[in-house]
């Protein structure tokens, strides 16, 4: 039994600073890589719009998604080799940003420049890096290859997106909320510790899970990879049978106030079961998983933000995870050189 303290105390007076809008630095998982095509995409993302479409070189290019010249939304144009035709007067852009064609001009304007996105392809993913300070990819934060997807073992993903009304640092908080696993979730944990290192963060932990392990035991280990790009290799259980899966959670901000996520399974194959069998129980894992999403949803929805929670020694290390996570949110040379050590921080449950 908890124990209270007697001695009167003044009330707890929650904070919520306003939050700026910067949004973190690495990259993001813009879903599945073979759904972008020469057609192009737009995308209602950090607080701007931006347009993706697939150049002759095979190549995903990202640039900013409205024209300067007169603001037109460059998702209503045509692809024309590497470059991007604007609908209104036909203004083109390179896959650099540069303008590359004025066809009733003589000379294009110096100023006629905008931005241009790094991206890549990885785990049959489309990734766009983002940089509030304009600057090229780290090197040491690429996306790691997971061979599993390329095995031919296990099914390819099946993927969801959903639209979440928060500030994405609720989503991230997940990560050391250990708490809530059992009232949210109905999924009591037994183990859980928290690993730190650099552009890292990872969860492992054991418990049960009245959704995705049955009777059965839940094993997970989660790392996020940067800001926003999280995966999850699972064991679980589905109708009796042990079920190994890769779980793919990933948001990018439309703007301060809420995100776009996207979660993503893949199972291992069962031995003796079709590639359609296979990927029925991959749907219905995923719909499972979406299933729990939602139970967070709801909590999002309806709670209220709270940068100085008054935690208990029964919590996770959620002040440890926030400041880990505010690392993205600052120039690269402010950037603590704390995380370059790796820390684990283990949760002792009761």
């Given amino acids: 039994m908890s124990q209270v303290s007697q001695v009167p105390r003044k009330p707890h007076r929650i904070e919520a600073k306003e939050i700026p809008e910067r949004y973190a630095r690495g990259w993001y998982c813009l879903g599945l890589a073979d759904e972008y095509t020469e057609k192009p995409v737009r995308l209602d993302y950090f607080g701007t719009r931006l347009v993706a479409y697939r150049g002759e070189d095979g190549q995903v290019h990202v640039l900013d998604g409205y024209c300067p010249h007169m603001g037109a939304d460059l998702s209503e144009g045509c692809v024309e080799g590497n470059s991007l035709r604007c609908p209104f007067h036909d203004w083109r852009w390179g896959a650099d940003g540069v303008c590359d064609d004025i066809p009733y001009a003589r000379r294009i304007p110096p100023k006629a420049v905008i931005n241009a996105y790094p991206t890549c392809e990885e785990n049959h993913l489309l990734f766009v890096w983002y940089d509030p300070e304009g600057n090229p990819p780290i090197e040491e934060q690429a996306i790691p290859k997971i061979d599993d997807l390329f095995s031919g073992d296990w099914t390819i993903w099946q993927m969801d997106k959903m639209t979440i009304n928060t500030n994405s640092r609720e989503l991230v908080d ?71 899966s890769r779980l793919l959670v990933t948001h990018v901000p439309i703007d301060t106030e809420s995100f776009d996520l996207r979660f993503g399974v893949s199972v291992r194959k069962m031995p003796g079961l079709s590639e359609e069998q296979n990927n029925e129980i991959a749907q219905q894992y995923t719909e499972q998983n979406r299933t729990a999403f939602f139970q967070d949803v709801h909590v999002w929805h309806t709670k209220t933000r709270v940068d100085n929670p008054v935690l208990c020694d029964g919590d996770g290390p959620i002040h440890k995870l926030r400041q880990w996570y505010d690392q993205f949110y600052v120039d690269v040379k402010d950037v603590p050189e704390q995380f370059n050590e790796k820390k684990e921080y283990v949760v002792d449950i009761k």
């Fill in 174 to 244: 997940n990560m050391a909320d250990v708490a809530h696993f059992g009232p949210i979730h109905g999924a009591p944990i037994k183990t859980f510790k928290n690993i730190v290192h650099k552009h890292t963060y990872q969860q492992v932990l054991t418990g049960g899970s009245e959704l995705l392990a049955e009777e059965g035991e839940l094993t997970s280990v989660a790392t996020y990879y940067g800001p926003a790009y999280m995966n999850t290799y699972m064991t679980g259980q589905i109708e009796g049978q042990l079920v190994e």
